[in-house]
């Protein structure tokens, strides 16, 4: 007897992935002076273009970078979920980029100080 799920009769099974790694970076923008703020307002934009090219110069196979809207982590911004894992960080810099690309993409492990943690969570809504 197996715990693992069955697909029902006649089912097909998954296609294979597409890609390994999904890398959504927000770039949602709000206006000035809005409460949470927003990742575009702080760099977003700019560190998404350059983990696109880094992402390629450093031969990234299965890898997609793309630009996503609200995340709903604005106040620790910018914000970018990695899944399938589904890990959350917060890049400032081009070097947290790097660091990212490095540690998770290339060798499998995580950059744990850029991490957002279940700790990190946005006031409760006013």
Not at 3 to 30: I, K
């Amino acid at each position: 007897m197996t715990d693992a799920p069955t697909a029902a009769a006649g089912a097909l099974p998954d296609p294979p992935a597409y890609f390994r790694a999904h890398v959504f970076v927000c770039c949602n923008r709000r206006p000035d002076g809005h409460r949470r703020g927003s990742c575009a307002a702080r760099g977003s934009e700019a560190l998404r273009d350059y983990m696109k090219v880094r992402a390629k110069e450093l031969g990234l196979k299965g890898v997609r970078v793309n630009q996503a809207g609200c995340l709903d982590r604005c106040e620790f911004g910018p914000a970018l979920v990695i899944y399938p894992e589904g890990v959350w960080y917060s890049p400032k810099t081009r070097e947290d980029v790097d660091a990212i690309l490095q540690a998770h993409l290339l060798e499998g492990g995580r950059a744990r100080h850029l991490m957002l943690t279940e700790h990190d969570l946005p006031p409760p809504k006013v």
